[in-house]
């Protein structure tokens, strides 16, 4: 963890030196297939732009970001909706996946690139966490990217890693990298507020606002997935409980919030979320 010190002097006799201390942090920022599809799949653009504008700000006030972005399959099957004939399933990811993931990752370089961020794509499989060869790889890509203020823009390499050789989704991609990185905070985000204590469009349900380390959530899961994504919150609270218990702390909030990730960073008590506390 490191810390941004800013010196003012005032132009009288008197000088002040005026110290504003602020934390700055590695942050990895999962953001969910529903959070960047509209309604009819295809890429939000608008809502991709306002994330960006987040990142963006986070940056300029010295937290260093690493971005788990889902989304290439939506993208890519909106994208190729004249296809008729019917695809298994293997050929559709692969076929979407790669047409998509050009989509997306050129949408984010022009947006960035409006703020001078330089980004780079990093396309990987589960063997690049385990494998010791490969991790070492991974790790050093992270690290020479990191060190160049080059923001990471990571996501699954769908067009070749099927089957076992799956992550479960990207919540687990996010986690795992959020751990490599050696990030202080994973935000992941998705298209509902956090954990509710029950389903949540029934009123009854209370949104949990503060999860305890060893705190049982298994009651309070729906198993009910996303239409967009692979994950839901089954695979969230798994990938958050253990990511906290590796030192990092964990919050599940939704993206579709405007100005969401300023809000969790600047005023989190007032901001809809669930928080693994670490
Ligand atoms: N890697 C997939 C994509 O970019 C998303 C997987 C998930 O939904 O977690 O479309």
Do not use: W
């Not at 960035?112 to 990093?122: A, D, K, L, S």
């Not at 992270?142 to 076992?164: F, G, K, Q, Y």
């Not at 956090?194 to 899961?221: A, F, H, N, Q």
């Amino acid at each position: 963890m490191s810390f941004l010190i800013f010196f003012c002097f005032s132009k009288g006799a008197k000088r002040y030196l005026i110290f504003i201390i602020r934390q700055t942090m590695r942050i990895t920022i999962k953001i969910g297939s529903n959070v960047l599809t509209r309604q009819d799949g295809s890429l939000d653009v608008t809502r991709m732009s306002a994330l960006v504008d987040q990142i963006a700000e986070l940056r300029s006030q010295g937290h260093e970001i690493i971005l788990v972005s889902s989304g290439a399959v939506a993208s890519g099957r909106s994208e190729l909706k004249h296809i008729q004939h019917d695809l298994d399933s293997v050929d559709q990811r692969q076929l979407f996946s790669a047409v998509g993931q050009a989509k997306l990752i050129n949408r984010y370089f022009e947006l960035f690139r409006e703020y001078g961020i330089p980004v780079g794509q990093v396309l990987t499989t589960k063997e690049n966490f385990s494998d010791s060869e490969h991790r070492k790889n991974q790790e050093n890509c992270m690290r020479v990217m990191l060190e160049n203020s080059v923001l990471p823009i990571v996501n699954e390499n769908d067009t070749v890693s099927v089957t076992e050789l799956m992550f479960t989704d990207n919540d687990e991609l996010s986690g795992l990298m959020a751990q490599m990185t050696q990030s202080q905070m994973l935000i992941i985000l998705s298209n509902i507020d956090g954990i509710y204590t029950g389903d949540p469009s029934d009123p009854e349900s209370r949104l949990v606002s503060i999860v305890k380390p060893g705190k049982d959530l298994s009651d309070y899961i729906q198993t009910k997935k996303s239409s967009a994504g692979r994950g839901g919150m089954q695979s969230k609270s798994t990938v958050a409980t253990s990511t906290a218990a590796a030192g990092i702390s964990v919050i599940i909030a939704n993206g579709k919030r405007d100005d969401i990730l300023l809000k969790l960073m600047n005023d989190r008590d007032n901001t809809p979320c669930t928080e693994f506390l670490c």
